[in-house]
């Protein structure tokens, strides 16, 4: 089981820090896990780290493809709840 | 140590009661500190309106993770075409930053101050921002350093960061209500585990509350930077910079916050807007009778090198400064001496300064029983303290308010807009009605020459254009078209009433 970096990584350094495995490697165009050292960080701690700290939303996914961090995770605003943030922002 | 110097009995001159002339200068906005800490920030380009045309800065971008999201800050920070902070163009390490920092203040002798502050966050980088701070500790002595931080781990790094030769950290305060916090900080990286909303940032304010207390006992010098965001934090700040006072920070900034769509931004993509220079010069203004501000940022790049509002990070890429050689031991020779020969210059102007101080303090009508509104003027300078610019070359202008007090810095307004990209970076708006908008509340623009086209533009606007003071020190110059507003009649009341009627 590994998680995996797809392309909406921003390549910000973040993950590679966090990750007690050293799993995450600087590649180009985006940074990458080997599937073979990455354990989730089972054993280690409760959430898998470099998810826990990845700033973009969809950009690591677990190992069923899905996205830890889906749409409106990190913003804090679910999508359903947009429009009406919209209008409380833009009436600052 | 204690470090409470911002007490009013030892700043008497705070905005209202300060007139030019009493201050020494209010290009100098450190001129009410205690000598010890005016020594440390002297020849600091980002701490003085002056000495910024004097000495030069650099950033190097070692630090690019972070562990909080900032509502203001999009994490994709390689853009070439945009001038703000957390923006870099190319990430170095900690052995390139060396090389680049004795490259650049070998090529640039003005050069004091090496800062790390980012693009993302110095101390969610320790290794990388410390290794740096070694080797330029030992090997470029006369190198200062300063560091910016969000103060999630300040606490931790204190102990680390009083090893160096690091006299000034910067912390980014922009709320001590987690009410407020949270509508600025979606998420903060705590404990190996992510934290949300209210209790996100009540972590993160504590962290930096208690980071700003251990950096004063250690005697480090704090400045404490602010984000102005409109109806989010604007009441708001004036609380900060009365408490951050209080714990002794000696010097506040409060900036704009930059929020384009085209930067990605969640305050940006969300239609958040960013203050108007009335509403910052407002706040400003409401925070000073507290706490020294700070009032000409100019919101670098975090991997910007030169001069303030100046940018010559092309000038020393990776491959170019591979290609130096550099001498640093005799690079500190020739350092030494140009910075001798800038303070000689700086004192020799504070003197004239004290000279003039006296021919300064406003006669005749001013001082006469009857008071007059104060009035804000734009200057045009490419700096040396006097008015030497064309209208049309000025990327930005500096403010002053004329009044019964005196003459004092308000800040400067950009002309340029952040982003310098092409026709694909939102509208496009003419040079001429920009610089025109940027003046917005000023009632004159002193300047060395002024074209016909801006000059009657300027004029339909309510500025007054004025080419009259050319080379001319920037004080003298606003109180001297001050007095001639006054006699002329312009700021009588009749006149006001009808200029309002109109």
């Given at each position: 089981?590994?998680?995996?970096?797809?392309?909406?990584?921003?390549?910000?350094?973040?993950?590679?820090?966090?990750?007690?495995?050293?799993?995450?490697?600087?590649?180009?165009?985006?940074?990458?896990?080997?599937?073979?050292?990455?354990?989730?960080?089972?054993?280690?701690?409760?959430?898998?780290?470099?998810?826990?700290?990845?700033?973009?939303?969809?950009?690591?996914?677990?190992?069923?493809?899905?996205?830890?961090?889906?749409?409106?995770?990190?913003?804090?605003?679910?999508?359903?709840?947009?429009?009406?943030?919209?209008?409380?922002?833009?009436?600052? | 140590?204690?470090?409470?110097?911002?007490?009013?009995?030892?700043?008497?001159?705070?905005?209202?009661?300060?007139?030019?002339?009493?201050?020494?200068?209010?290009?100098?906005?450190?001129?009410?500190?205690?000598?010890?800490?005016?020594?440390?920030?002297?020849?600091?380009?980002?701490?003085?309106?002056?000495?910024?045309?004097?000495?030069?800065?650099?950033?190097?971008?070692?630090?690019?993770?972070?562990?909080?999201?900032?509502?203001?800050?999009?994490?994709?920070?390689?853009?070439?075409?945009?001038?703000?902070?957390?923006?870099?163009?190319?990430?170095?390490?900690?052995?390139?930053?060396?090389?680049?920092?004795?490259?650049?203040?070998?090529?640039?002798?003005?050069?004091?101050?090496?800062?790390?502050?980012?693009?993302?966050?110095?101390?969610?980088?320790?290794?990388?921002?410390?290794?740096?701070?070694?080797?330029?500790?030992?090997?470029?002595?006369d190198i200062k350093l300063c560091v910016s931080t969000n103060g999630l781990t300040l606490p931790m790094h204190v102990e680390e960061l009083a090893k160096h030769n690091i006299d000034h950290v910067t912390i980014t305060i922009n709320c001590i209500d987690p009410e407020v916090g949270a509508k600025i900080y979606p998420w903060i990286y705590w404990n190996n585990r992510r934290i949300r909303g209210k209790a996100a940032a009540r972590i993160l304010i504590q962290q930096q509350q208690k980071g700003l207390e251990m950096l004063v006992a250690k005697g480090i010098l704090v400045k404490v930077?602010?984000?102005?965001?409109?109806?989010?934090?604007?009441?708001?700040?004036?609380?900060?910079?009365?408490?951050?006072?209080?714990?002794?920070?000696?010097?506040?900034?409060?900036?704009?916050?930059?929020?384009?769509?085209?930067?990605?931004?969640?305050?940006?993509?969300?239609?958040?807007?960013?203050?108007?220079?009335?509403?910052?010069?407002?706040?400003?203004?409401?925070?000073?009778?507290?706490?020294?501000?700070?009032?000409?940022?100019?919101?670098?790049?975090?991997?910007?090198?030169?001069?303030?509002?100046?940018?010559?990070?092309?000038?020393?890429?990776?491959?170019?400064?591979?290609?130096?050689?550099?001498?640093?031991?005799?690079?500190?020779?020739?350092?030494?001496?140009?910075?001798?020969?800038?303070?000689?210059?700086?004192?020799?102007?504070?003197?004239?300064?004290?000279?003039?101080?006296?021919?300064?303090?406003?006669?005749?009508?001013?001082?006469?029983?009857?008071?007059?509104?104060?009035?804000?003027?734009?200057?045009?300078?490419?700096?040396?303290?006097?008015?030497?610019?064309?209208?049309?070359?000025?990327?930005?202008?500096?403010?002053?308010?004329?009044?019964?007090?005196?003459?004092?810095?308000?800040?400067?307004?950009?002309?340029?807009?952040?982003?310098?990209?092409?026709?694909?970076?939102?509208?496009?708006?003419?040079?001429?009605?920009?610089?025109?908008?940027?003046?917005?509340?000023?009632?004159?623009?002193?300047?060395?020459?002024?074209?016909?086209?801006?000059?009657?533009?300027?004029?339909?606007?309510?500025?007054?254009?004025?080419?009259?003071?050319?080379?001319?020190?920037?004080?003298?110059?606003?109180?001297?078209?001050?007095?001639?507003?006054?006699?002329?009649?312009?700021?009588?009341?009749?006149?006001?009433?009808?200029?309002?009627?109109?």
């Amino acid at each position: 089981m590994a998680l995996s970096i797809i392309e909406s990584c921003v390549n910000c350094w973040a993950c590679i820090d966090v990750c007690p495995s050293e799993a995450i490697v600087e590649a180009r165009p985006h940074f990458l896990i080997e599937s073979k050292k990455c354990t989730e960080c089972e054993g280690d701690y409760a959430d898998p780290q470099c998810a826990t700290i990845c700033p973009i939303e969809g950009a690591i996914l677990n190992a069923f493809g899905d996205p830890i961090n889906p749409e409106g995770s990190l913003t804090g605003i679910k999508p359903e709840l947009r429009d009406e943030a919209l209008k409380e922002i833009q009436a600052r | 140590m204690e470090l409470n110097v911002l007490n009013a009995d030892q700043a008497p001159a705070t905005a209202e009661g300060c007139s030019a002339s009493a201050c020494g200068s209010s290009n100098d906005q450190m001129s009410h500190l205690p000598d010890s800490i005016r020594e440390k920030v002297q020849n600091h380009p980002c701490y003085s309106e002056e000495a910024h045309h004097y000495f030069a800065r650099m950033h190097v971008a070692v630090a690019p993770a972070c562990n909080i999201q900032c509502h203001y800050c999009n994490r994709k920070y390689d853009c070439a075409n945009e001038s703000r902070p957390g923006v870099v163009s190319e990430l170095l390490t900690p052995d390139q930053a060396v090389k680049k920092t004795k490259a650049v203040a070998a090529n640039i002798p003005q050069m004091t101050v090496l800062g790390i502050a980012g693009p993302g966050d110095p101390l969610a980088n320790p290794e990388r921002t410390f290794e740096t701070f070694r080797r330029l500790s030992a090997e470029a002595p006369d190198i200062k350093l300063c560091v910016s931080t969000n103060g999630l781990t300040l606490p931790m790094h204190v102990e680390e960061l009083a090893k160096h030769n690091i006299d000034h950290v910067t912390i980014t305060i922009n709320c001590i209500d987690p009410e407020v916090g949270a509508k600025i900080y979606p998420w903060i990286y705590w404990n190996n585990r992510r934290i949300r909303g209210k209790a996100a940032a009540r972590i993160l304010i504590q962290q930096q509350q208690k980071g700003l207390e251990m950096l004063v006992a250690k005697g480090i010098l704090v400045k404490v930077n602010s984000v102005l965001i409109p109806g989010v934090n604007d009441e708001h700040l004036k609380v900060v910079s009365k408490i951050v006072k209080e714990k002794g920070a000696f010097l506040h900034n409060v900036m704009p916050l930059i929020a384009e769509e085209e930067h990605g931004t969640f305050y940006g993509v969300m239609g958040q807007r960013g203050p108007t220079d009335e509403e910052l010069q407002d706040l400003q203004d409401a925070c000073s009778g507290d706490m020294n501000m700070m009032r000409h940022c100019r919101q670098c790049r975090a991997d910007a090198v030169g001069m303030l509002g100046e940018d010559r990070g092309s000038e020393f890429t990776l491959d170019k400064i591979e290609a130096m050689d550099i001498d640093y031991d005799a690079a500190m020779k020739t350092r030494a001496i140009v910075h001798k020969g800038i303070e000689e210059e700086l004192a020799e102007k504070q003197l004239k300064r004290e000279r003039l101080a006296g021919v300064k303090v406003p006669s005749g009508p001013v001082a006469a029983n009857k008071s007059f509104r104060p009035v804000l003027m734009a200057v045009a300078t490419s700096g040396g303290g006097v008015i030497n610019q064309h209208f049309g070359h000025a990327t930005e202008f500096l403010v002053y308010e004329a009044s019964g007090n005196g003459v004092r810095f308000i800040g400067h307004r950009k002309v340029d807009q952040y982003c310098i990209g092409n026709n694909t970076c939102g509208e496009k708006e003419s040079a001429l009605a920009g610089s025109i908008r940027a003046l917005s509340g000023c009632e004159a623009v002193l300047c060395s020459k002024i074209g016909y086209e801006p000059w009657g533009l300027l004029e339909d606007a309510g500025i007054a254009p004025n080419g009259e003071y050319a080379m001319e020190p920037i004080e003298e110059a606003v109180m001297s078209v001050y007095q001639e507003m006054i006699s002329s009649g312009k700021l009588d009341a009749e006149s006001e009433l009808k200029k309002a009627e109109v």
